[in-house]
């Protein structure tokens, strides 16, 4: 059942995307700057808050992706590191392509979301690995 649900999901974001992407979702015709660049903020702020609450949630824990586990194979500070580097590298490039064109403030805010909620599912998994682990 959870492999359906989570292939669900990733068919709903690989769809929006998509559909972000080809300007079917995003800005209207004639949208009005200073909204979407609120949307654009808030993104960034929750896109923040998901990749912490992933990193909160994987703290001390066995790590599945060998690039960013420790020599122990536990999640911890050089994975902390390498996730706020990829955060970081994600806005500093948002901000230098939005300084040219500000057409795509709101492609990058719906990408900001959407890698929010992936954030979030993953802290979700997370916690109900935990669950599991301590109800045993």
Known sequence: MRGIVLRAICVFMLCSCAANAGGLIGEPQHPRRSAVQKWWKVSIALF???????????W???????????????????????????????????WLTLRRSQKALAFAAGTNLQLAGVGGLVAYHNCRIKAEYYSH
Do not use: R
């Open 48 to 58: 923040a808050a998901g990749q912490a609450a992933d990193a909160f949630t994987s």
């Open 60 to 94: 001390g824990y066995p790590e599945g992706n060998q690039f960013v586990a420790s020599s122990h194979g536990m999640f911890g500070i050089k994975a902390v590191g390498i996730k706020s580097a990829l955060v970081a590298g994600t806005f500093a490039a948002e």
